[in-house]
Each structure stands twice: as structure tokens, then as C-alpha cells.
């Protein structure tokens, strides 16, 4: 059965960094688009990061130039890179599989927190 599984989470100063992961078991990341989003206590759920399943990507104007979305195909594993984190960062973070030809999501991680402290 596919899963989704996050970690990477924490908590950390404005300013410092986290890299989270998505180990995407049952999945060919090859041959998927993935995604990332975020979901701040009180607010919908925001788009952060797709990746496609040739590498080519997409980022929220909201982390562009701070984040990165990557993934191992080899290891069936995506990644966020996260630097110059803002408070405003702090929130819940989910991996997401998308259909490739809406981007929207059909199966989604249990996610992972990230809280970022001024």
C-alpha cells in the first residue's frame, strides 16, 4: 500500500533552517508529481512547492528564494529544504501525490510541524 511518510519538523530561531522529508513508499517517484504544502493553526491549507515527476518545479511566491524542492528518485524520497525561516513559517507541513495534469492532491502524509520562534 502507498504512504507518505514527513519527519524533519522542529522547532528553531527565526533565521535557521530545517530540511524535510517525505519518504513516499509504494510510489515511483520518477514517474509522479509531488508536492508540498502547509497548514498554519486557523488558516487553509497552502501550497508551498511542487516538483515534477522530469524535476522541473514550482514555488510560493510566499518561501521563493528560501525554500527548495527536491527528491531522490533512487531512494523514493522528497525533500524541503527550508532557510531563512520566519515565524510565519510556523506551521503544519504535509507531502503531498498530485495528479500531474491538475496538480491536485490524491493522497497526503500525515505531516510534520515545523515551529519557528522569533
Known amino acids: 500500500q502507498a504512504q507518505l511518510v514527513e519527519s524533519g519538523g522542529g522547532s528553531v530561531q527565526a533565521g535557521g533552517s530545517l530540511r524535510l522529508s517525505c519518504e513516499a513508499s509504494g510510489y515511483i517517484l520518477s514517474r509522479v508529481c509531488m508536492g508540498w504544502f502547509r497548514q498554519a493553526p486557523g488558516k487553509g491549507r497552502e501550497r508551498v512547492a511542487d516538483i515534477d515527476a522530469d524535476g522541473s518545479n514550482t514555488i510560493a511566491s510566499s518561501v521563493k528564494g528560501r525554500f527548495t524542492i527536491s527528491k531522490d528518485n533512487g531512494k523514493n524520497t522528497l525533500y524541503l529544504q527550508m532557510n531563512s525561516l520566519k515565524p510565519e513559517d510556523t506551521a503544519m507541513y504535509y507531502c503531498?501525490?498530485?495528479?500531474?495534469?491538475?496538480?491536485?492532491?490524491?493522497?497526503w502524509g500525515q505531516g510534520t510541524q515545523v515551529t519557528v520562534s522569533s
Open positions: 503531498a501525490a498530485l495528479y500531474c495534469s491538475t496538480r491536485g492532491p490524491y493522497s
